[in-house]
């Protein structure tokens, strides 16, 4: 099998989520994948089998437990099977196919010079699961005050949304207060399980720019540097509260791995259309 370490949604070269990707070519089992997920230790581990020339079955699993979608991870695997001409390569794009426990999900590779530039994920279809009111034991998981929990322009909640992973949506009044949190990861995992979610997604707005940080310590994730799904999630909001239907999303500030997440929502009829995407850089592989 190849192995391959990863970075995703880099920005300018640098930062960027480790993620692992596993080339599965003989069946492997749900413990086998555990096992090797714990070994090589990143946030998410992808395992991609090639169904077709251009469908790709994958399966997501952290050092604890299997997740239904990772966008990292996919953003990883996908950039590795361009760079590796698994998936060939082409003048200007390529389309495929991943089928996950989140559903069938679209993928664009983007070529230059017949080079891989970029990768563009599908989410799953939004769903909204209510507002969390509980500002007191959220701001305890934060060790800031409940009136730190909102936007300076816009009122919204904390509120529990998922495209393919459910994530606590937490408003920060300012990119200086989002990068100073010190959180307490047991009080976020009680709040997550008690709101039966993966964990918190904070974000904040400021001169135009949004910045994001996310704690899910109940699958052995207490920060990651940048995330997909739960970005996924936030453009849907944004777009929902009429503040923008497309953005380039910073992740990672305060972790001094600063990583740049393209995020865009198309409205169509009664559902929206949600895709995340960005760079990646390829650290090593080995069989």
């Not at 909640?157 to 606590?168: A, E, F, H, V």
Request: with cysteine; proline share 3%; glycine share 8%.
């Amino acid at each position: 099998m190849k192995h391959a370490h990863l970075k995703a949604f880099t920005y300018e070269g640098k930062g960027g989520n480790s993620a692992g990707v596993v080339l599965v070519e003989d069946r492997l089992t749900d413990e086998q994948m555990q096992e090797k997920a714990a070994e090589v230790g990143f946030s998410e581990t992808a395992f991609v089998k090639k169904i077709s020339e251009d469908k790709f079955s994958l399966r997501f699993f952290t050092p604890k437990c299997e997740v239904d979608l990772c966008g990292h991870a996919t953003i990883a695997s996908f950039y590795y099977l361009g760079l590796k001409n698994i998936i060939k390569p082409f003048e200007g794009k390529w389309t495929g196919l991943q089928t996950t426990k989140a559903g069938n999900l679209n993928v664009e590779v983007s070529y230059e010079n017949k080079v891989v530039e970029s990768v563009c994920m599908q989410q799953g279809q939004p769903e909204e699961f209510g507002e969390v009111l509980d500002f007191e034991s959220i701001g305890e998981s934060l060790n800031v005050s409940p009136e730190d929990l909102r936007l300076k322009d816009y009122k919204i909640n904390p509120r529990i949304i998922s495209t393919g992973l459910k994530d606590i949506l937490i408003p920060i009044k300012s990119r200086e207060i989002l990068n100073s949190i010190k959180p307490d990861f047991e009080k976020i995992t009680h709040v997550s399980l008690l709101n039966q979610s993966l964990g918190y997604h904070l974000y904040t707005i400021e001169d135009g720019k949004v910045y994001t940080r996310n704690f899910a310590p109940q699958v052995g994730i207490n920060e990651e540097c940048a995330t997909g799904t739960s970005n996924g999630a936030l453009i849907y909001l944004l777009s929902k509260e009429g503040i923008t239907d497309e953005c380039d999303i910073i992740q990672g500030e305060a972790m001094g791995e600063t990583s740049m997440i393209y995020t865009k929502a198309i409205h169509l009829m009664n559902k929206y259309i949600i895709k995340v995407g960005g760079k990646a850089t390829l650290i090593d592989d080995w069989e």
